[in-house]
Nanobody
Framework: EVQVVESGGGSVQAGGSLTLSCAASTYTLRSHCMGWFRQAPGKEREVVATIDKDGDTVYTDSVKGRFTLSVHNEKNTLYLQMSSLNPEDTAMYYC?????????????????????WGQGTQVTVSS
């Protein structure tokens, strides 16, 4: 029932910017905690940022001040605006929704708290 689809990945030089998009239903965006995640080769998947139905966001330390998570409800889209990108940001990026029914996050830090995942979009940052 819950489906999310990511887009917007690509290749960019260090210091550049990219904006990722996650398409979801209006109901999903209003009723679930949403998050962006990433997984680099040889690394475990990690939380990048999360947002609850009230728009309250939490970012992992490595992206604070550089990434911005937002929701545009009229476009049924969750965004991840990324700036000052570094090669260490290279990863497959995923959008996901948790299974909570109230729209508040079951966990802001546990990847396994998120039950509904998109297919991923690749971000590659070159020096």
């Amino acid at each position: 029932e819950v489906q999310v689809v990511e887009s917007g990945g690509g290749s960019v030089q260090a210091g550049g910017s990219l904006t990722l998009s996650c398409a979801a239903s209006t109901y999903t965006l209003r009723s679930h905690c949403m998050g962006w995640f990433r997984q680099a080769p040889g690394k475990e998947r990690e939380v990048v940022a999360t947002i609850d139905k009230d728009g309250d966001t939490v970012y992992t330390d490595s992206v604070k001040g550089r990434f911005t998570l937002s929701v545009h409800n009229e476009k049924n889209t969750l965004y991840l605006q990324m700036s000052s990108l570094n090669p260490e940001d290279t990863a497959m990026y995923y959008c996901a929704a948790d299974e909570g029914v109230g729209g508040y996050c079951l966990s802001r830090v546990r990847v396994d708290a998120f039950a509904y995942w998109g297919q991923g979009t690749q971000v590659t940052v070159s020096s």
